[in-house]
């Protein structure tokens, strides 16, 4: 056989294999969509969620684990769709986060693992109305991800965006910002504006745009919403003062704020003290750069004790920034965003005392705002109590981190030579590190995190807001 032979060969080889991967995945995208629409099941691939509306991103997930994870065996779509046909076998399981990549990368037996969970304990999530008040960043990114999921009955519902009284063809241009991003490309879905009923249809689910000057005049029952969880991304109100004026509203149960609070309202980052919500009606999720911080402090404290540190951000320009010198009632923030690094203060650092009291007064902070739009990058500069014995074994254990069950979806990991900022637009986790830049001196190490500030920090948002609505999952494997 001759070389070109050989080559065309090897082609027909690798097409007709992925050929056969993406009838795997097809068949996949219906028992995924079956479970979650009749079972509230929701199947995760190493935390990541698999998409029931994409083959291609489908096979690229598997392919991306199967480089992330080394010391675990490559998870092929068989291997996962297989899985899944078990698990949609089973009729009988509700409101449950079924992690395949854990259960076939440990060889776990799923009917052991099915049968560990106590159906007594297994409830139905009842669907939970939601309100998002504002409708910027934060609040467009929240709606693409509550609403980019297949429809469901069951969970977090989006009722209602509440928005400043505007002028007339502002329903069209809210729908355009949605459908349009500069940043994270288009919506991916469709958006119709539905002037009768003053609300948009996105991705067939009926969303009403209610027009507010302030939270407390709003009586949600008018729109057929009760006990709505209210999260409010205008960042107006911080104390308890101004966020109590939602729970004035009839119609609205708990608030949950995207930015950090005063007073006595807990500063709340999810995978680390959001076990101290309780019944709290008003609660705050932090920061951006507190939730890409605190889970990676959280486990290096764990691990080697943390003495003391400073972290410094490199945050991409914002909202509240002026595009050209201009008046701004902040130091330096009125000098122009896109033409300047500018050095400004935050709050990130002390905040990490609130969700994680060991590190209370432990650590300093500040932040550069640059000229890029999104994506972020935390330095960690920490005194350690117990040194690691190099700086490839303290990457190695923020490896192991990232692909634990624990942390898998809130903490990962890269060791490219060639990431850039970009490369992590759109990524959901709240952190990732960068073992190529960790530095380690004695008991001094300098450890990188990457965050996207607008949709890492969305995820833990709607993590938290899961919880606040009495939302749960059971959790196999456990």
């Known amino acids: 056989m001759s070389n070109a032979d050989t080559l065309r060969q090897l ?15 097809i068949e996949l995208m219906g028992l995924l969509n079956k479970l979650y629409n009749e079972q ?40 996962t769709l297989a899985m899944v046909k078990a698990l949609a076998a089973n009729d009988k399981l509700q409101s449950a986060q079924v992690d395949v990549g854990q259960l076939i990368a440990n060889d776990s037996d799923l009917q052991a693992a099915l049968q560990a969970v106590n159906s007594d304990d297994t409830t139905v999530n009842p669907a939970t109305d939601v309100v998002l008040y504002g409708f910027g960043r934060i609040g467009r990114i929240l709606t693409r991800l509550l609403l980019s999921q297949a429809s469901s009955a069951k969970g ?91 729970l004035q509203s009839t119609g609205v149960k708990k608030v949950l704020l995207t930015a950090p609070a005063g007073g006595e309202i807990k500063n709340v980052v999810y995978g680390v003290n959001n076990d101290t919500v309780g019944e709290d009606t ?23 004790g943390i003495e003391n540190g400073h972290v410094e951000t490199i945050h991409s320009f914002t909202n509240d920034q002026n595009l050209i010198d201009n008046y701004h009632k902040a130091d330096r923030r009125g ?12 709050g990130a650092a002390k905040a990490v005392g609130k969700a994680l009291p060991e590190l209370s007064g432990k650590l300093t902070g500040n932040a550069i705002r640059v000229p890029t739009p999104n994506v972020s990058l935390a330095i960690l500069n920490l005194n350690l109590k117990t040194a690691p014995e190099s ?40 952190g990732i590190v960068d073992a190529q830049a960790t530095i380690l001196t004695d008991n001094h190490a300098i450890v990188y995190i990457w965050y996207d500030n607008e949709v890492g920090y969305s995820t833990q948002v709607l993590r938290l807001a899961t919880q606040m609505a009495g939302i749960s999952y059971t959790q196999i494997p456990a």
């Open 391 to 430: 700086a490839d074994a303290l990457n190695e254990f923020m490896r192991k981190v990232s692909n634990s069950s624990q942390w898998q979806t809130q903490i990962a990991y890269t060791d490219s030579t060639e990431a850039v900022s970009t490369d992590f637009v759109g990524d959901t986790h709240v």
């Open 335 to 346: 000098r122009s965003a896109v033409l300047n690094m500018v050095i400004t203060s935050t």
């Open 40 to 79: 509230d099941v929701q199947v995760t691939l190493f935390g990541d969620t698999l998409n029931t509306t994409s083959v291609g991103q489908i096979l690229a997930l598997h392919q991306k684990v199967a480089l992330r994870n080394q010391d675990a065996k490559s998870i092929d779509i068989a291997d």
């Open 11 to 25: 082609h027909q080889d690798h097409l007709s294999n992925y050929n056969n991967q993406e009838q795997q995945a």
């Open 156 to 246: 977090m519902q989006l009722k209602a965006i509440v928005v400043r009284p505007a002028a007339s063809g502002d329903l069209a241009k809210r729908a355009s910002l949605l459908e349009r991003d500069s940043i994270h490309g288009s919506f991916a879905g469709g958006v119709v504006v539905d002037d009768e009923n003053n609300g948009l249809i996105i991705n067939g689910r009926f969303v009403q745009v209610i027009y507010a000057k302030d939270p407390s005049e709003i009586d949600y029952t008018a729109y057929g919403i009760n006990d709505a969880l209210v999260i409010d991304n205008t960042g107006i109100w911080k104390d308890e003062a101004g966020l109590g004026k939602h």
């Open 282 to 304: 008003i609660v705050s999720a932090a920061s951006c750069t507190t939730n890409a911080i605190t889970p990676t402090l959280k486990v290096l404290n764990d691990e080697y």
